[in-house]
């Protein structure tokens, strides 16, 4: 599925952050530790948002 917009236990817009986070930490080879620092998402629930996050809209799309 897509990154939701906002977290899930503080309501914070988490969303914003994907795709900058995915090009530098998930296809780049920053840590993702630091990226998130840089951008800004300090609170646990937040990071955990874009840390555990998996793009699948394109894989169930078809099923729909
Ligand atoms: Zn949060």
Not at 20 to 32: L, N, S, T, V
Not at 35 to 62: I, Q
Request: net charge negative; with cysteine; aromatic share 6%.
């Amino acid at each position: 599925m897509m990154i939701p917009v906002r977290c899930f236990t503080c309501g914070n817009v988490v969303g914003e952050h994907w795709e900058e986070f995915k090009a530098r930490a998930r296809e780049g080879d920053e840590d993702p530790a630091e990226v998130l620092d840089e951008l800004g998402v300090e609170r646990h629930c937040c990071r955990r948002m874009l840390v555990s996050h998996k793009d699948l809209v394109d894989v169930v799309a078809p099923y729909q």
